[in-house]
């Protein structure tokens, strides 16, 4: 079973980058699917972007400017960069996996406020 | 980009009741790839459904997706307690990968 869970700063400065890192266990990354999703409080679901195992990578165009995923396999993680953010990026950020662009597995999500 | 509009936005049932959530997209979604994704408070998205009609691991067979092209389709056939959620439809067909708004299944 696959497990996965967020970290990083909870509260981001606007105009700031949010960093997060998503640390994996139970699972290698050969073969699958990493992505990055987030909600706004009491909103719906967005899909960031997806890193493979190969280190290729795929960016909702709504944020493709602005993001980046990168991995780390000798530590198990993998991590989302958005810069510049605003308001409108507070939301909880979920780390997920799948063996296809299906996902399968969430992290529990961490919670990101940008705020001065 | 697939627009996916789910429909209603709230469900207000009783226990015991049967549920119809629709989700309609506004091209084909290839190869059916169709999710369904329940959510509860403070909880990450679990996926109920896949491939517009195979149900994950952990859910019961009252739990049952249809359809195809653009219209798809969640059924519960009899709410249960933990039934109340809400619930996402999602295609992983073509990128970017969207989601509904999501319907609410409330306890009437």
């Known amino acids: 079973q696959v497990q996965l869970q967020e970290s990083g700063p909870g509260l981001v400065k606007p105009s700031e980058t949010l960093s997060l890192t998503c640390t994996v266990s139970?699972?290698?990354?050969?073969?699958?699917?990493w992505s990055w999703f987030r909600q706004p409080p009491g909103k719906g679901l967005e899909w960031i972007g997806y890193?493979?195992?190969?280190?290729?990578?795929k960016y909702n165009p709504s944020l493709k400017s602005r993001v980046t995923i990168s991995m780390d396999t000798s530590k198990n993680q993998f991590s989302l960069k958005l810069t510049s953010v605003t308001a409108a990026d507070t939301a909880v950020y979920y780390c997920?996996?799948?063996?296809?662009?299906?996902?399968?597995?969430w992290g529990q999500g961490t919670l990101v406020t940008v705020s001065s | 980009e697939i627009v996916l509009t789910q429909s209603p936005d709230t469900l207000s049932l009783s226990p015991g009741e049967g549920a119809t959530l629709s989700c309609r997209a506004s091209q084909s979604v290839s190869a059916n790839y169709l999710a369904w994704f329940q959510q509860k408070p403070g909880q990450a998205p679990r996926l109920l459904i896949y491939?517009?009609?195979s149900r994950a691991t952990g859910f019961p067979d009252r739990f049952s997706g249809s359809g195809s092209g653009t219209d798809f389709t969640l059924t519960i056939s009899r709410l249960e307690p933990e039934d109340f959620a809400v619930y996402y439809c999602?295609?992983?067909?073509?990128?970017?990968?969207?989601f509904g708004g999501g319907t609410k299944v409330e306890i009437k």
């Open positions: 999602q295609q992983y067909a073509i990128s970017p990968l969207t």
């Open positions: 139970g699972a290698s990354f050969s073969g699958y699917y």
């Open positions: 491939d517009a009609s």
């Open positions: 890193i493979y195992d190969s280190g290729s990578t």
């Open positions: 997920t996996s799948g063996a296809g662009w299906l996902t399968d597995f």
